[in-house]
């Protein structure tokens, strides 16, 4: 299996980044971009470097998962105190972001179910 997949993007999409790339064809080439399909991966990339995910999870126990939030700059210390209850000490909340996003992380969920946790997960759709 070769380590390649495609994507498909519209007609007019594809002509816009053409025209952008025939625009600045010699300052992308100075950048080691020869052709239209590099540029959309070279900008997507910087996207990815330069916008680091909201949430992020920093290590978690048995009774607690530290998520990251980097928009308001602080830790939430989501609990796992009872069988099928969660609560997050900085929203004072039972239902918070943070929450859903722990809920969402099947590596979490897993962990949390070896340690006897039976509370609702979030599912991906």
Same mark, same amino acid.
């Not at 900008?43 to 990815?48: A, L, Q, T």
């Not at 939030?69 to 796992?80: C, P, S, Y």
């Given at each position: =299996? ?15 980044? $053409? ?5 600045? $064809?010699?300052? @992308? ?16 990339? &910087?996207? *990815? !470097? ?6 992020? *999870? ?20 989501? &609990?796992? !105190?009872?069988?099928? !209850? ?13 929450? =859903? ?10 962990? @949390?179910?070896?340690?006897?946790? $039976? ?7």
């Amino acid at each position: =299996m070769s380590g390649r997949t495609g994507i498909t993007v519209s007609k007019e999409f594809m002509a816009r980044v $053409k025209a952008e790339y025939e625009r600045r $064809k010699i300052e @992308l080439r100075e950048k080691g971009i020869y052709s239209p399909t590099q540029l959309v991966i070279h900008v997507f990339n &910087e996207w *990815i !470097k330069n916008n680091p995910p909201r949430f992020e *999870i920093i290590n978690h126990d048995a009774n607690i998962v530290r998520v990251r939030d980097r928009e308001i700059g602080m830790v939430a210390d989501v &609990e796992f !105190k009872n069988p099928d !209850k969660v609560f997050c000490p900085l929203c004072h909340s039972s239902n918070c972001v943070h929450i =859903m996003f722990v809920l969402s992380q099947p590596d979490v969920i897993e962990n @949390l179910r070896k340690r006897g946790w $039976k509370g609702e997960v979030i599912e991906e759709r």
